[in-house]
């Protein structure tokens, strides 16, 4: 909800008390229409007009930009480095580095884009890497000169069946 939605929301439920302790209800009906409808024309003076908008929402402050803190945005928002660290935490973001743009949205929330290289693989990516695997192997089948497999027998699973493959001195066993 917006500023303005709240704060007509908070008027509208202290009106509805009057009628139950015996004042005009016809009186606090109008008022709540008054108030509905304010509320509906400043919204769509909100949508025709960017100033209106950046006037009664606010915009969005950047607070991180490739990875550094702005220190003063921080200060006129009056959100600590602790609070935006676990802001950062509750999104999954481990270091303040790995960020490359993060906001405080007019509602309060945190927006954030993570560098390139930190960003989590799409569905895409990861069936053209697929795609890009299953060529390699495909060629490497094709050679005639494959690599020699590995011994199975020196793997560290084959203690399992019986003894450490090279022998180890009895001291590391």
Request: a neutral charge; zero cysteines; aromatic letters at 6%.
């Amino acid at each position: 909800m917006t500023i303005s939605q709240t704060v007509i929301m908070i008027s509208i439920g202290t009106l509805l008390i009057q009628p139950v302790s015996g004042k005009n209800l016809w009186g606090t009906f109008g008022i709540a229409a008054i108030l509905i409808i304010t509320l509906q024309l400043i919204e769509y003076i909100q949508l025709k007009w960017d100033k209106a908008e950046s006037f009664f929402t606010g915009r969005a402050k950047v607070i991180i930009e490739n990875g550094q803190l702005d220190v003063q945005t921080l200060k006129k928002l009056k959100l600590s480095v602790d609070k935006l660290e676990m802001r950062l935490r509750q999104q999954g973001i481990s270091t303040i580095q790995d960020v490359k743009w993060a906001t405080v949205e007019p509602s309060g929330q945190l927006g954030y884009l993570l560098k390139d290289n930190r960003q989590p693989a799409t569905k895409g990516e990861v069936a053209e890497l697929k795609e890009m695997i299953e060529g390699i192997l495909k060629i490497n089948q094709s050679d005639p000169n494959p690599l020699p497999a590995q011994s199975t027998e020196s793997n560290l699973f084959s203690e399992i069946k019986g003894k450490h493959q090279p022998e180890h001195s009895q001291q590391l066993d």
